[in-house]
């Protein structure tokens, strides 16, 4: 049963750091991506990391103070949020695919496959 999984939100001070993680199971994975939606807003691109951790994608807002990263082998995703404000505010969510990437950009989220409930993150200033 194929299952995606986050975890880490919870609620800090600006200028605080969080680790997301993400574990992916139930078949093999390729490429990995976090989102975030605000309240009101839409579902947007945060970070990715694709082709077994070589390759990472980042948005402007957060290039920089976000590191994603994977764990080979594990099926396992972070995402590591340092200098956070309170624009960072949002439900973050894990996506994965399989090898299938192939002319389906990354910051788009119809280009995933699975996702995760997400996890929610606070920050206060």
């Known amino acids: 049963q194929v299952h995606v999984l986050e975890s880490g939100g919870g609620s800090v001070q600006a200028g605080d750091s969080l680790r997301l993680s993400c574990t992916a199971s139930?078949?093999?994975?390729?490429?990995y991506g976090w989102f975030r939606q605000a309240p009101g807003k839409e579902r947007e691109f945060v970070a990715a990391?694709?082709?077994?951790?070589?390759?990472?994608t980042y948005a402007d807002s957060v290039k920089g103070r976000f590191t994603i990263s994977s764990v080979n082998g594990e099926n396992t995703v972070y995402l590591q949020m340092n200098s956070l404000k309170p624009e960072d505010t949002a439900d973050y969510y894990c996506?994965?695919?399989?090898?299938?990437?192939?002319?389906?950009?990354?910051?788009?989220?119809?280009?995933?496959?699975?996702w995760g409930q997400g996890t929610q993150v606070t920050v206060s200033s």
């Open positions: 996506a994965a695919r399989g090898n299938n990437g192939e002319g389906r950009p990354v910051t788009n989220p119809i280009c995933f496959d699975e």
């Open positions: 990391v694709v082709w077994n951790g070589g390759v990472t």
């Open positions: 139930g078949r093999s994975w390729n490429d």
